[in-house]
């Protein structure tokens, strides 16, 4: 099980690189076409890369600095299906100000043309 976390985890990381430098483009490609989920940003359900790019906008637009991360990582697998859940945090600057955002997501990956893929993503904000 060491190995797939590793795997997701890398992947997370990689998401979270391209985030922090607001390029969307790369951002977008760990995602499957068919992305369906629940953000942190909006009530409804999304489906589709359009509908989750707008998660994204929002985020990046809040502010001129962005670092997203995820903490305690755990991973259960399900022959070519992986559940990933974790604590997130964003913290938003602009200029002094700082704001920080904790929550709590998990990532469905499915192996498609031997490449993990994120096919379902449920976040939600820390009460």
Request: aromatic share 12%; hydrophobic share 35%; with cysteine.
């Amino acid at each position: 099980m060491q190995d797939i976390l590793s795997q997701l985890v890398g992947i997370e990381q990689q998401c979270a690189e391209a985030f922090n430098k607001k390029d969307l483009r790369r951002i977008l490609e760990f995602f499957d076409t068919d992305i369906s989920g629940f953000s942190s940003t909006e009530h409804d359900r999304f489906d589709g890369k359009d509908e989750l790019k707008k998660t994204f906008e929002y985020y990046l637009s809040e502010a001129e600095s962005v670092n997203y991360e995820i903490l305690d990582p755990r991973v259960s697998q399900f022959n070519e299906v992986a559940i990933l859940s974790f604590y997130w945090r964003v913290t938003l600057r602009s200029g002094s100000k700082r704001i920080e955002i904790p929550g709590r997501g998990t990532h469905v990956f499915r192996k498609k043309n031997n490449q993990w893929k994120i096919v379902h993503e449920h976040f939600s904000r820390a009460h």
